[in-house]
């Protein structure tokens, strides 16, 4: 038994910044992936950010070197620090989480509920 819950959605202007972040609770032993994913109405989920529980990240390009991955193994939570915002990263974000260990035996994924960032320009 597994739960995402997200945070820092909201509305920012055009150059501006927001944080969104994610924990992860329950009888959790390791997460293997941890990530942001975003989506439109009437479009597929897309990749936007994903960390390794050993650090490595993987960026889609039209976010990469504007926003930051990071993650905490320890509390078991991601954040997305988003900076230099458009008005076309306008999308409900979903945390995921992959390869996720529980302890007693199990091995599968989790997604968040989603918060909406909103863009103005």
């Known amino acids: 038994q597994v739960q995402l819950v997200e945070s820092g959605g909201g509305l920012a202007q055009a150059g501006g910044s927001l944080r969104l972040s994610c924990a992860a609770s329950?009888?959790?032993?390791?997460?293997?992936?941890m990530g942001w994913y975003r989506q439109a109405p009437g479009k597929q989920r897309e990749l936007v950010a994903v960390m390794t529980r050993s650090g490595s990240t993987r960026y889609a390009d039209s976010v990469r070197g504007r926003f930051t991955i990071s993650r905490d193994n320890a509390k078991n939570t991601v954040s997305l620090q988003m900076t230099s915002l458009k008005p076309e990263d306008k999308d409900v974000y979903y945390c995921?989480?992959?390869?996720?260990?529980?302890?007693?035996?199990?091995?599968?994924?989790?997604w968040g509920k989603g918060t909406l960032v909103t863009v103005s320009s």
């Open positions: 995921n989480a992959g390869g996720v260990s529980i302890m007693g035996g199990g091995n599968t994924d989790y």
């Open positions: 329950g009888r959790i032993f390791s997460i293997n992936l």
